[in-house]
């Protein structure tokens, strides 16, 4: 297989004294260390005319061997950072009886197969392949990736989870199915038993389950399916705040381009978190509980979410200077991924008074109210929230009222209004002047002060 050059030999075989067999073989070495061997037979004879003419009703035997040890060439078809590799043996026998009848038989092997996208964390990794065709018949025995865990975030929980609570080395994803190349019709369902489908610092996934992709033509795809989080980790903080260019916000829903994936017409995908999956960035820890159902539209292929997400007991949240206790959240989908309903309410507890947050409407657009248990005046909520105490002076008072105006008046955004990493309240050394300070943390770790002087 080292050889670049196309070789072939001929072989004539006299049949009798007008016809002759004839076999054609050939090399073609494609790529680096990969070769397509090739044997064609057939019969030509003589005509009246003296000349050579195919003999219809002699056999004709088409045999290709190949074996792919490079698929840079592949690599190169997509504009992507996505990445193939491994090693293939196809052996494809196919021939023509008198009758017209094509008879095609063939076997797909691969082994140390790759598919790897770093920037999207996807890392399939040591993949075998097992394939048949028969006649127009495809038909994958066998696509099997083991679990490979390549990275684990540096989340305490999360790194529990994985080394206390799953059985890695049983981990795995497979397809089987069939699908006919003559029509487009064809089957594939695609089965995962804590198979990590997302690897990255601030997305992670290892999830079980099975999803099923129904075919009735090339331009008729369709998706059903059902997974669960074994584990999972999102930061918010880092999750892109611009939609692909393949997909359109339109109103309460998301909108795929028809350029895009046209032949998608159904998908019906449901996503349970399980009891270990943990959601944090710009302040926030907490675990989700709960599931969302993904169904794609076919009228307006409009992505459409649905579903209920719960924090759990052991949540945080910073905001106005403090770690938040989670009293109780919860996310409601009912359209748009991206801008679910709000209701969380988190408390500084352990006060006399336990004073916090309440978070309403969406998230695009939330309603962010002071709370308390029992219930005060804003201003005492405000002051048991930041200082841990009732206000006391006048000085107290005016700084409360400068904070309260700046961070309820509605005009922020969630991320701003709740991404307010500290905020101090201390005597001045002059006149007994009170100055105080916010500091406000941003996506690329930018910090801006505004020094407040009373």
Do not use: C
Request: aromatic share 10%; no cysteine; charged share 20%.
């Amino acid at each position: 297989m080292e050889s670049n050059i196309i070789s072939a030999d001929v072989i004539l075989t006299p049949i009798n004294d007008i016809k002759s067999e004839v076999k054609v073989y050939f090399n073609i070495p494609v790529f680096p260390n990969s070769l397509i061997t090739n044997k064609i037979s057939f019969a030509i004879f003589f005509n009246d005319q003296k000349l050579f003419k195919l003999d219809k009703n002699y056999p004709i035997f088409i045999q290709t061997d190949a074996e792919i040890h490079d698929l840079d060439w592949l690599n190169s078809l997509f504009e992507t950072d996505l990445k193939f590799n491994g090693i293939f043996k196809i052996h494809i026998r196919s021939q023509k009886f008198k009758n017209n009848y094509w008879n095609t038989q063939g076997i797909i092997e691969g082994k140390q197969i790759s598919i790897i996208q770093i920037e999207e964390g996807i890392r399939l990794i040591n993949g075998n392949l097992l394939a048949n065709i028969n006649n127009e018949k495809l038909t994958i025995e066998s696509f099997h990736f083991p679990t490979v865990l390549k990275f684990i975030p540096s989340n305490s929980k999360v790194r529990e989870w994985v080394d206390k609570k799953l059985d890695i080395q049983n981990g795995y994803a497979k397809i089987a199915g069939s699908f006919y190349l003559n029509t487009g019709k064809g089957e594939f369902k695609i089965f995962m038993n804590q198979f990590p489908i997302i690897q990255r610092p601030d997305r992670y996934i290892i999830s079980s389950g099975k999803i099923i992709t129904s075919l009735s033509n090339l331009t008729d795809i369709k998706i059903d399916g059902q997974l669960i989080a074994n584990t999972g980790l999102v930061n918010i903080e880092y999750v892109p705040q611009i939609l692909d260019d393949d997909v359109i916000q339109t109103g309460n829903s998301i909108a795929i381009k028809k350029t895009s994936i046209s032949a998608l017409k159904k998908i019906k995908l449901k996503f349970d978190t399980g009891y270990y999956f943990r959601l944090t960035g710009l302040g926030l820890d907490t675990g989700l509980i709960g599931s969302i159902t993904f169904n794609l539209k076919e009228e307006n292929k409009a992505l459409i979410s649905s579903g209920v997400l719960h924090t759990t007991s052991d949540g945080t949240i910073e905001a106005y200077g403090q770690r938040l206790k989670l009293r109780h959240g919860q996310l409601f989908f009912q359209g748009s991924l991206n801008n679910p309903h709000l209701d969380i309410e988190a408390l500084r507890v352990g006060e006399q008074i336990e004073a916090g947050i309440h978070i309403q409407k969406t998230a695009q657009r939330p309603k962010i109210s002071l709370i308390s248990y029992p219930n005060v005046n804003d201003l005492e909520k405000l002051s048991w929230l930041i200082l841990g105490r009732e206000s006391d002076d006048i000085a107290d008072k005016a700084l409360l009222i400068s904070i309260g105006n700046a961070l309820l008046n509605g005009k922020l955004q969630l991320f701003k209004q709740l991404g307010l990493s500290d905020i101090r309240a201390r005597k001045g050394d002059i006149g007994g002047n009170w100055s105080g300070y916010y500091q406000i943390k941003r996506q690329q770790a930018f910090l801006a002060r505004i020094i407040l002087i009373m």
